[in-house]
């Protein structure tokens, strides 16, 4: 018998109808717990269509506070935000959006010593690395790899995005596809070389996607393929990624055996020109 009151049963009716969800599937999602790191561009949607859906639980990582000129794309945050934690900025969005969801916040960098800290506080099910910069991601995977935790990695810059899903035994990880850190500078940040808004919106609620459908086990999972996105071309791309037996952290016989903070490697000049 279900346990969903008359309110969740209106809300969430047109999950009900689906017969891959339905009543059980929907005590899932409220059951869920998703740990969203970084509320930017990546995080703000993936956030709120988690909300929405009725995921119960959700983690908000993020240090920063709101500035103006991220209204462009981090839709979680309004203009009276700017100057405020973007935790709390996320946090005060989603509970005025869904009262069944309950928020944790994390104003803190993902570091080496906290990140495993962060990711059992609420024994999250699934991650998303909605972050901006190389050191993060590379840690995350790293994390969830060795907490054996499912997460969604994604990135974006200009009109373009891509995203992947790692599961413990089931596929690649993110380092297998990209096995070193580029140097720092190879690739331009977002507020070098900018990005349209929306590019967060389409790369950010495919992670919601990935999370739900992991919650609820339902269809099939980006696990072993690289989606890409251009937004000019109006094109994706899903491009087939086999694990890596070499692979330094989850591969047959691992050298990453233990979380480090790392730094992006200097761009060695003499390869230049």
Known sequence: MSSLTNEQLERYS????????????????????????????????????????????????????????????????????????????????????????????YQELVRADNILDIIRDQDYDFLIDATDNFPAKFLINDACVMAKK?????????????????????????????????????????R??????????????????????????IGDLLTGYLLTYDALTMQFRKIKIPRNPNCPVCGDHPTVTKLVDYEQPACDLRKKG
Do not use: W
Not at 157 to 166: A, E, H, L, V
Not at 179 to 185: A, G, L, N, S
Not at 194 to 216: C, F, P, S
């Open 14 to 105: 047109r999950h009900i109808i689906l017969k891959q969800v339905g009543g059980k599937g929907q005590e899932k999602l409220l059951n869920g717990k998703v740990l969203v790191i970084g509320t930017g561009g990546l995080g703000s949607p993936a956030a709120m269509y988690l909300a929405a859906a009725g995921v119960g639980t959700i983690g908000l990582v993020d240090y920063d506070v709101v500035d103006l000129s991220n209204l462009q794309r981090q839709i979680i945050h309004k203009t009276s935000s700017v100057g405020k934690n973007k935790v709390d900025s996320g946090r005060a969005t989603i509970e005025a959006l869904n009262p069944d969801v309950k928020v944790h916040t």
């Open 150 to 190: 499912p997460f969604s990695h994604a990135g974006i810059i200009r009109f373009q995005g891509q995203t992947m899903t790692y599961v413990p035994g089931q596929g690649p990880c993110y380092r297998c596809v990209f096995p070193e850190m580029p140097p720092k500078d190879a690739v331009p940040t977002c």
């Open 192 to 217: 070098e070389a900018g990005i349209i808004g929306v590019m967060g919106g389409v790369i950010g609620t495919l992670q919601a996607t990935e999370a739900i459908k992991y919650i609820l086990g």
